[in-house]
């Protein structure tokens, strides 16, 4: 009578850790899950090209968005360096059609981009604004010619990180966005 006492408080035993580790491994799954939802919702998905805003000079200009380039680049004309008050500075052409906007800013720095196949690049860094859909930033990027490029704007990780989520398979996200919410 004994044993069958004990087999029986030993069976209730183990059904219980099972049922409770049970328990504990669906709450697990639960929270995994809650917490990809909670990291993916947290992030805006973007194409591979979008509409960018960048401030000065308060234009609007398809960009390449791209998760190799470490570093946002405009299409910077004309750039010429000069001193102001004993900083470096530079001015230069950014252009939206046939639309020149003349803009000066203070150089943040200087980088020797290295280039497959070129000639090493010297190129001036700035800050200027960012924008895409509601994400705004003032974030450094390099000035270079890129008029024989079809995107005067390249994008980088510099300006995604934190924020973004890119699915190059699309284009123009942020824009159909906006006329979803019209």
Excluded: C
Excluded at 28 to 44: A, C, P, R, W
Excluded at 80 to 94: A, H, N, T
Aim: glycine share 4%; aromatic share 10%; net charge positive.
């Amino acid at each position: 009578m004994r044993f069958i006492r004990y087999a029986a408080k030993v069976s209730m035993v183990f059904a219980l850790i099972f049922h409770w580790k049970a328990l504990a491994e669906e709450n697990l799954s639960k929270e995994i899950k809650i917490k990809n939802v909670d990291k993916t919702e947290s992030k805006i998905i973007i194409g591979a090209v979008e509409d960018i805003k960048i401030e000065p000079p308060r234009v609007t200009l398809k960009a390449r968005i791209d998760t190799g380039a470490n570093t946002t680049s405009i299409d910077a004309r004309n750039i010429i360096p000069f001193e102001r008050d004993g900083k470096k500075w530079v001015k230069f052409s950014v252009y939206e059609g046939s639309i020149e906007y003349k803009v000066e800013r203070p150089v943040y720095d200087t980088v020797l981009i290295k280039r497959h196949g070129e000639k090493s690049q010297k190129r001036f860094v700035i800050k200027i604004r960012v924008s895409a859909g509601d994400i705004t930033q003032l974030i450094p990027v390099t000035l270079t010619d890129r008029s024989r490029y079809e995107f005067p704007i390249l994008i980088g990780r510099n300006f995604l990180k934190d924020y973004f989520i890119v699915d190059v398979s699309k284009k123009n996200l942020l824009s159909s966005e906006k006329k979803d919410k019209q």
